[in-house]
């Protein structure tokens, strides 16, 4: 029987012109986000060449540079001198921190449009080496993508909601519910057998478009991970998918017309997808305001100043701080250099008070997001599709840190050769620590999109359940 | 007979639960993105006019120096936000908050807000625009999608038109009906946010006044053509169940769907560079010169007519400090580049916005979405025209120092020494605001869809009433 109902769901399905427009609707969409995605990575993926060209081009000409200075040649200018360690550091040698694309990173755009996949590393202090952005549009970045994550969080919710808000309100008011039930089934066997067959129509669709999306995309399934990710990523989609169906029907079984239910779900969505997650956002800010970034460069220029006037004096407690940078015998405190690097990590300590406020209230915007994203499964499925895409939040500021990392071990190796005043020669242009991204682990990434994945998945089951206690006193007639 | 139609549609309305529920909660978002809004636009304000005065006094106290080396300390200029910021905050979170102007380069904002906001901002940010733009609607298709449909259905549309109402009076009363229902939500609103408005312009310079009328226009237009398309919709449709579906996906597609469809398909048609490209294509067209003349070049001209000019045939005999003019003349060559390259990147985000605009005809929220950043001050636009100016301001006091060295050098180099006397004579960077009808020009097609689609939706709200089956 409760094929049978499947089967006649089915036929109705087949037999309604909503099914063949969605379907066209959300094949047409899915392909649109998928060729949006596949242009993205491939925009970063030649940006990322770029810059490995650029920086393997300048070491090269570096090194033709030290050798012809060291066959007898003369440096273009004190300015301009690869010998001097600090300007190798600095310019010269600067090195690239790339962040490596996911295997399914055109899926979704996520962070990577507002946050650097790459950052430059030169003996400057972290706030300047953080402070660069990629170009582009604030108009762009306001609007946001038109990605496959876009599509699933947003679009497919309404797709399931168009197929099912007058799951039995329909049937009910064209007389068929009342005609159905005098046949040997249940109201609730009844409802669950139409809800799954709308759930294996709807699902089939999303993973036959969700695979030819991919394809499209450019997503390369051999790559390591790539095809799990995919299986996870559809099966965010498919979790995701049934809270939305257990919605329609709860809101089903109440019993009211097509019409309010239609209006009901609609507010539903509004709520869950729109309003909670910018509402959150907008509470997060008030609660942890950031403060202007304006008030941390007044900070530095303050710090800068007196940092410089006490000059020569900050040597002793620099080399105090950092035993492991202190070269052997004296250090000139009247080298430019020298002094400008001592200067810095003295502002950087001056500063250290206002930075960490910075991070706390940053740290405490995101625990607010942390504690409400519960409150909405469109925030819940938004960052499991990031994280699978490795777009995510958490995935950048990895990816900070590990740069962070790098730009000390890149300080540690030039400036004990800067106040030693060491000639930087060719041979040790191939010694440079150079940077590779250690990735933050599958534990870390699984643990975050299952936590996701079940907590949809809880809300689904409450929703199924009050639905079938609703169901109970389903009033038929009226 | 319309006003009596359109009081009991309001009367219907207000009586409605559904009403009640949605039109508080918008009511309670709007207050709230108001309220909110205001009071971090107080705080940016608050510090963005203590930098200005610091960063003031750290340019005057930076000690004695070469004029040269004073224009390499740099100042550093804030962008302000403006007045009417706390409504709509358009790209704000996104633009960074400060340039480093110095000798020598035109740099790239920093501090892009966004990056140190939360994840959820990605999500679109609760302001009043956006409630305006993107609730507002619905509630209306909420509050008229029944309106003819729903009387057909049950009943009392052919007893109503058996009276003898006419068919057009029955739609003007309805839409009257639901203008009076969504005023009953906005005019509170718009009595707070122009309280508001009253105590922040004290001084009407930027055309405070203008902006705000304008603002209100853009949306009494945008949500005029919602209540014609639903009323339209309504007016057609077999049933209210088929308007209501029909009119949520048209909402979709118009405050969901287009605004993203529409920026990809304008980073596709207007590509934005890499910084890496931008700063390649940068260096290498300086150091090649424009037309062949490099900066060698460039010098030596400039250098013969220098020498004509006074006389003489050798820098040693000029009465100037020569250095300190070769700054400038540096300066000068530079600039050309920075000049075209910008205008060159930032004529391509203009292009991509435009492109959004003439989205517009299609889908009304991307022109009101415009036009209301704009009036609000919040565009691209606007940051370009900060921008420009911050850059005009670099140049005159990167002038103004190497001027002094060329005229008070002598024959001194690196040794010329300046102080606070000379930082504090340097010129002030005092930023012009555009006024409302600059805001306007850039927007001539967003202008036209707005004006386009109230007229359009009430043309077919108008002949689908006319044509009305009891």
């Known amino acids: 029987m409760l094929f049978r109902v499947m089967r006649n769901e089915w036929r109705g399905l087949a037999a309604d012109r909503t099914l063949w427009a969605v379907t066209i609707l959300l094949a047409a969409v899915m392909l649109f986000a998928a060729s949006n995605g596949a242009r993205w990575s491939a925009l970063q993926q030649a940006r990322h060449g770029e810059l490995v060209a650029e920086e393997s081009e300048r070491l090269e000409e570096t090194r033709a540079e030290l050798l012809r200075i060291a066959g007898g040649g003369s440096p273009r200018s004190r300015f301009n001198d690869p010998r001097n360690p600090a300007q190798v550091g600095q310019s010269f040698a600067a090195g690239y921190a790339l962040l490596p694309l996911a295997p399914l990173a055109p899926l979704s755009v996520g962070q990577s449009d507002l946050l650097p996949a790459h950052y430059k590393i030169t003996l400057e202090s972290r706030e300047a080496l953080f402070s660069g952005d990629e170009l582009e549009n604030p108009t762009n970045l306001l609007a946001g993508s038109f990605d496959v994550a876009f599509v699933v969080v947003f679009l497919y919710p309404l797709v399931i909601l168009a197929l099912g808000y007058n799951l039995l309100s329909g049937e009910k008011e064209s007389g068929t519910l009342v005609l159905t039930l005098a046949q040997p089934i249940s109201l609730s066997r009844f409802a669950a057998a139409k809800i799954l067959a709308h759930v294996v129509v709807v699902l089939g669709l999303t993973a036959a478009l969700m695979l030819a999306a991919a394809v499209a995309a450019g997503v390369d399934l051999g790559a390591p991970g790539a095809f799990s990710s995919l299986a996870s990523y559809f099966g965010v989609t498919a979790v995701y998918g049934l809270f939305w169906f257990s919605l329609a029907l709860l809101v089903n079984a109440f019993g009211r017309a097509s019409a309010t239910n239609a209006a009901t779900l609609a507010g539903a969505w509004l709520t869950l997808a729109l309003i909670i997650p910018s509402a959150t956002a907008l509470i997060a800010a008030t609660l942890y305001p950031v403060p202007s970034r304006v008030e941390m460069i007044q900070a530095v220029r303050v710090a800068g100043r007196e940092a410089s006037e006490r000059g020569s004096q900050l040597f002793g407690a620099y080399f105090a701080d950092h035993p492991e940078l202190a070269p052997e015998g004296e250090v000139d405190p009247g080298d430019y250099y020298s002094r400008r690097f001592v200067v810095e990590d003295e502002v950087s300590k001056q500063i250290a008070p206002l930075t960490e406020r910075f991070e706390a209230q940053i740290r405490g915007q995101q625990s607010v997001v942390e504690k409400f994203r519960y409150l909405s499964p469109a925030v819940l499925a938004q960052q499991a599709l990031n994280d699978l895409s490795g777009t995510g939040y958490a995935r950048f500021d990895h990816f900070r840190s590990e740069v962070g990392r790098y730009a000390d071990e890149w300080k540690a190796h030039f400036l004990p050769q800067v106040f030693r005043k060491t000639v930087f020669t060719a041979e040790a242009l191939g010694e440079l620590p150079r940077f590779s991204y250690r990735s933050e682990g599958a534990g870390a990434i699984a643990g975050r999109v299952g936590g996701a994945a079940l907590m949809i998945l809880l809300s689904a089951v409450l929703l199924l359940g009050a639905a079938t206690s609703a169901l109970r006193r389903y009033p038929l007639t009226g | 007979m319309v006003m ?57 106290a930076q000690g004695e120096k070469s004029p040269h080396s004073a224009s390499h300390y740099g100042v550093y200029a804030f962008k302000p936000t403006g007045r009417l910021a706390f409504f709509d905050t358009g790209t704000e979170a996104y633009t960074g908050v400060t340039v480093w102007l110095e000798s020598h380069k035109q740099n790239q904002f920093l501090y892009r807000p966004a990056r140190d906001g939360n994840t959820l901002q990605r999500f679109g940010e609760l302001t009043a625009a956006t409630v305006l733009q993107l609730l507002m609607p619905l509630l209306i298709i909420l509050l008229a999608f029944s309106a003819f449909a729903g009387e057909r259905e049950s009943g009392t549309l052919r007893q109503v038109l058996s009276l003898g109402v006419r068919r057009r009076d029955l739609a003007i009363g309805k839409a009257l009906g639901v203008a009076g229902a969504l005023a009953l939500l906005l005019v509170p609103a718009v009595l707070l946010g122009a309280a508001a408005l009253t105590a922040a312009t004290a001084d009407s310079e930027s055309g405070g006044l203008m902006r705000t009328l304008l603002l209100a226009g853009a949306y009494l237009l945008y949500l005029g053509a919602f209540v014609g398309v639903t009323l339209a919709v309504s007016a057609r449709a077999p049933s209210a169940r088929f308007a209501l579906v029909g009119l949520l996906g048209f909402w979709v597609f118009v405050c969901l769907a287009a605004p993203r469809a529409a920026t990809d398909l304008a980073k596709a048609y207007y590509p934005t560079p890499s910084a890496q490209e931008f700063a390649a294509a940068l260096a290498d ?168 689609w109230p007229v359009l939706s009430a043309f077919l709200a108008w002949g689908a009433a006319a044509r009305l089956k009891p």
């Open chain 2, 285 to 452: 067209e300086k150091e090649a010169g424009i037309d062949g003349v490099d900066y060698e070049d460039f010098l030596e001209a400039r250098k013969q007519e220098l020498l004509a000019e006074y006389g003489v045939d050798d820098v040693e005999a000029l009465p100037i400090n020569y250095g300190g003019w070769r700054f400038e003349v540096s300066e000068e060559y530079g600039n050309q580049f920075f000049d075209l390259h910008y205008s060159r990147l930032w004529d391509q985000f203009e292009a991509q916005d435009r492109f959004r605009q003439r989205v517009g005809f299609a889908a009304p929220l991307l022109a009101v979405r415009s036009l209301s950043m704009s009036l609000a001050g919040s565009d691209f636009a606007h940051f370009r025209w900060f921008a420009e100016q911050a850059e005009q301001y670099r140049r005159r006091l990167v002038a103004f120092l190497n001027n002094d060295m060329r005229d008070n050098a002598g024959a001194a180099a690196f040794s010329y020494r300046q102080d606070r006397r000379l930082w504090r004579q340097a010129p002030v960077f005092a930023y012009d605001a555009p006024d409302a009808l600059w805001a306007l020009s850039g927007q001539s097609e967003a202008v036209a869809a707005l004006v386009l």
């Open chain 2, 4 to 60: 009596r139609i359109a009081r009991k549609e309001l009367l219907e309305m207000t009586r409605d639960g559904r009403f009640r529920v949605a039109g508080g909660v918008v009511l309670l978002l709007l207050l709230t993105a108001l309220g909110l809004g205001w009071s971090r636009h107080a705080d940016v304000t608050a510090a963005h006019e203590t930098a200005v005065a610091q960063e003031r006094e750290i340019w005057e």
